[in-house]
């Protein structure tokens, strides 16, 4: 074959990644193979529906994380404009959550850019030839209803495949997710399930994801019972061990699909007629709605581990003061996308929220007495939350180091003024020996500190980011399956 052949027959690959790094690395690797070829790049929804029209592609990679949305939008459009076109999602998003998610939305195949080089050359090859493509790991997870949707694609000119969407109040109803970390909570989970249910489906697409932190009890039965009985509505998600309270919210987000998402305890303290309070919120612009309690119900060394938490919260993460970060608010589709970007081994949800946006609402709810057992937080998780808040999302501890080193060095740099000056006027006062050593001492050392300090900062920051342990691990999961 000679090389004007070998050009003619190669797939033209379309890119559409928003990182550039991303695309030259995937463009490099895709460039290598004798029957693949780049032919173009883009960055967002606009420039790849451009470069669709203009360059004919055999196949689309697209990451599902753009830069302002997911890519949902962009591949429905696709298939609506170009039926034929097959959709390749390549995303850092775990597939257990986000393939399905992807093949709903259009595409034909979805892989992890973590995944092996022949990995990813394999589902191109396979979409590019008018095949799906998942991992076997995905495979398990995926119901066979969004797997045939998805394989069979419609000729040009024919409709597009049905919507698969279960039955709501009306044609303008909006799709609600629910997220419940559930830990040990058998007593209560399944009544308050079934409430959220019958009190909110009249009004809201809904989707109730219930994450199980490993409880010791019968929690994550009564979760598959749950699963079982609503199928349509009820995610279950079982982690592998447990890994706290925030990372299995982290793993509920992860698999909330709704344009809005509302996070509560398993307790039955936030009564489940109070979920409308925030959505109707939150639906008036804001990113995120905190529920302010009327009356909290909490134990007074609750609570005074909540005043704690907030005057610590004020400082380290630049907290409006008169805002209360309660377990009870409301998320749009927009802070939840935000938030999940997150992937580091220690979540504290409050401070993604808040280094992602301000625009913050608050509505004021009821919060009734917990009708079994006892809180879960022991003075030793509150302390281990507290210390994660301030170490892995602020600087505030190394801040506090330099100034105090900065204090030590003025004040060494002081005493060794005022050694000099009773040096050099011998009728003040004569320095001995010990006086200038102390004040080299207390300069050297203070400027050490603040050095170190300075070090600090920076190794902290790369810290921050280079944090790779796992921040949930699933063991099971058991994903709704809409009606048609």
Not at 370 to 381: I, N, Q, V
Not at 431 to 453: E, I, K, M, Q
Request: aromatic residues 8%; proline residues 5%.
């Amino acid at each position: 074959m000679t090389e004007q052949e070998s050009k003619t027959t190669k797939k033209k690959v379309l890119v559409v990644d928003d990182h550039s790094v991303v695309r030259m690395g995937l463009a490099q690797l895709i460039n290598r193979e004798d029957d693949l070829a780049v032919c173009g790049e883009a960055e967002d929804e606009k420039g790849a529906l451009e470069a669709v029209q203009e360059l004919q592609p055999d196949v689309a990679v697209v990451d599902w994380s753009l830069k302002t949305r997911d890519a949902s939008e962009l591949i429905s459009t696709l298939r609506q404009d170009y039926p034929r076109l097959p959709v390749l999602v390549l995303s850092m998003h775990d597939e257990l959550f986000y393939a399905e998610r992807a093949l709903r939305a259009g595409a034909n195949g979805y892989v992890m850019k973590q995944a092996a080089t022949g990995s990813v050359i394999e589902a191109i090859r396979r979409v590019a030839s008018g095949q799906s493509y998942l991992s076997e790991r995905a495979a398990h997870v995926v119901n066979g209803e969004t797997r045939k949707w998805a394989q069979e694609r419609p000729a040009p000119g024919a409709a597009d495949h049905p919507p698969l969407s279960q039955p709501h109040a009306g044609e303008d109803a909006i799709t609600v997710s629910i997220v419940i970390p559930v830990y040990n909570s058998e007593a209560t989970i399944e009544n308050l399930c079934n409430l959220l249910i019958k009190e909110l489906r009249p009004f809201y697409r809904l989707q109730v994801v219930l994450v199980d932190d490993a409880s010791t009890d019968q929690s994550a039965a009564a979760c598959r019972r749950l699963h079982e009985r609503h199928p349509e509505v009820v995610d279950c998600v079982i982690l592998s061990r447990n890994f706290g309270e925030h990372n299995a919210v982290m793993a509920g987000l992860n698999c909330a699909e709704g344009d809005y998402c509302v996070i509560m305890d398993d307790d039955f303290q936030n009564p489940p007629s109070e979920v409308r309070a925030l959505v109707e919120e939150i639906k008036k612009g804001h990113d995120v709605v905190y529920a302010r309690y009327e009356s909290k119900e909490h134990s007074s060394f609750r609570n005074l581990g909540s005043r704690l938490h907030n005057w610590m919260a004020i400082r380290a993460l630049g907290k409006p003061a008169d805002l209360y970060l309660s377990s009870f608010k409301a998320l749009s589709r927009f802070a939840v996308q935000e938030v999940v970007r997150y992937t580091g081994p220690a979540p504290y949800l409050d401070a993604i929220i808040l280094r992602a946006t301000r625009k913050i609402g608050v509505v004021t709810t009821r919060h009734v007495p917990r009708s079994h057992g006892r809180s879960g937080y022991t003075l030793g998780k509150l302390v281990s939350l507290w210390g994660n808040m301030i170490v892995s999302f602020s600087l505030y501890p190394l801040r506090l180091l330099n100034l105090f080193g900065l204090i030590m060095t003025a004040a060494g740099a002081s005493y060794g003024l005022y050694t000099l000056v009773a040096w050099a006027a011998p009728s003040i006062k004569d320095p001995d020996a010990y006086h200038a050593l102390n004040a080299a001492n207390w300069f050297f050392r203070g400027l050490v500190l603040l050095a170190v300090g300075i070090v600090g900062e920076y190794v902290g920051r790369i810290y921050m980011h280079l944090t790779r342990d796992p921040q949930f691990i699933v063991r099971h999961i058991l994903r709704h399956q809409p009606r048609k």
